[in-house]
């Protein structure tokens, strides 16, 4: 056996779980759009950790929000009330417009969905389920029993907690067969994100709500991903003018400190009853005073104007090199290529640019930082064009 005495470098060993594929960037620094690594590469970033970094890296307002508040108070139950943990709901409240006015604190994005599909079965008493096609929703439980393709994948658990029927994404006219009086819940992302940064639209979505209408079921909007602003408006339901029973927001909710937010209308909030939901770290005063500083940034600094002025520059330039075509909505946009979307972001990664991929081989998706100017598009562009196609 060889042995360092052999004049051989033992590789170091990793002690985490082998269940992430890792990019070839050791990253010690962030700082706005760019990523800095230890081999002194600096990287444009266009994935924003996975449509969390919202405001980009060491925003001002998020840091000094989190040194305030863990100095007055890091930690502190939900048994006893606190003055952020209100004016964070109040905000998260006026900031959607949606009249969903109820807010439950949890920390991440499938703790969410787990619990707005718990209390659709809770309030409506029914067994069913529908999500759609590609449609994903986080690993837990619940919400990997609507996540399409789960099963066949990474499921793990013997069962699904309930039935779950699957809706083709594009097909209204479908609904009426599949959402019926036994369902309790329908959960949609607006804009899928894993299925390809693929928007839904309105045609479907106010068919998902006049079913959901006609039979009693509840309508979530999954705007994990595609929500906090990163569609252009603050989320996907205010641009469609379609207003879901409950809806969940995380991700770029804290731009990196974890925190997500289950949304109900004021019907399901009558229906809520103590213990019905619970948690530790939900509404945590520090992620509480995060979400906060995060809506403030977004508006004092007019950043879901430039999401939606950046993203149309995208749509304007971006398709040279391997790229045919653009979907997507706001800062969640799917660039379609000629090659595999993996080979494309492995050259991009070579030029100092990161991207996404998808669930779709051949969308390359971007969720960029609303600070992103054209400027850094420019810089998109002119790698992509050195891409054969
Ligand atoms: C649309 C959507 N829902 C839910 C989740 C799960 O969120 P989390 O990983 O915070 O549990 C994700 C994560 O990628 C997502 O994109």
């Not at 439950?104 to 096609?133: P, Q």
């Not at 097909?171 to 390809?196: H, M």
């Not at 213990?275 to 879901?304: H, K, N, Q, R, Y």
Request: some cysteine; charged content about 20%.
């Amino acid at each position: 056996m060889m042995t360092p005495a052999d004049g051989q470098t033992a590789a170091p060993v990793s002690h985490l779980a082998n269940v992430f594929a890792q990019y070839p960037i050791d990253v010690v620094h962030g700082e706005g759009v760019w990523i800095h690594a230890r081999d002194g590469r600096k990287y444009l970033d266009f994935y924003g950790g996975h449509a969390v970094a919202g405001l980009g890296y060491g925003h001002p307002r998020w840091l000094a929000a989190l040194e305030r508040q863990a100095r007055q108070m890091a930690f502190q139950t939900n048994a006893l009330p606190m003055a952020i943990r209100e004016r964070a709901a109040a905000k998260l409240v006026k900031f959607a417009a949606l009249g969903l006015d109820t807010v439950f604190w949890i920390n991440s994005g499938a703790e969410a969905n787990e619990n707005a599909l718990k209390m659709a079965f809770k309030i409506t008493g029914r067994t069913k389920a529908v999500a759609l096609e590609q449609g994903w929703h986080g690993r837990t439980a619940a919400a990997g029993a609507v996540t399409w393709g789960a099963l066949e994948k990474w499921y793990g658990f013997a069962r699904r907690p309930f039935d779950v029927r699957f809706a083709p994404r594009d097909n209204p006219d479908a609904l009426a067969g599949i959402i019926d009086r036994d369902t309790a819940a329908v959960i949609v992302e607006p804009v899928q994100g894993v299925g390809g940064a693929y928007d839904i639209g309105k045609t479907m979505l106010q068919a998902l709500r006049r079913r959901c209408d006609e039979t009693g079921a509840l309508l979530i909007f999954d705007e994990v991903q595609c929500g906090m602003g990163r569609s252009g408006s603050p989320f996907a339901a205010n641009h469609y003018g379609v207003t879901p029973d409950m809806l969940t927001a995380a991700k770029a909710l804290g731009n990196g400190f974890p925190v997500s937010a289950l949304m109900v209308s004021k019907a399901v909030a009558k229906q809520i009853r103590y213990d019905d939901m619970g948690t530790t770290f939900g509404g945590g005063p520090m992620a509480c005073a995060v979400a906060e500083a995060v809506i403030d940034a977004i508006e004092s600094e007019s950043l879901l104007f430039n999401v939606r002025t950046v993203s149309t520059y995208i749509r304007a330039n971006c398709l040279v090199g391997p790229v045919t075509g653009v979907q997507g909505l706001g800062f969640l946009l799917g660039l379609k290529t000629s090659r595999p979307a993996k080979e494309v972001q492995a050259a991009l990664i070579g030029k100092n640019i990161l991207t996404g991929t998808s669930g779709d081989a051949h969308v390359l998706r971007l969720l960029p930082a609303y600070i992103m100017t054209e400027g850094h598009v420019d810089q998109l562009c002119d790698a992509l064009a050195q891409i054969s196609p």
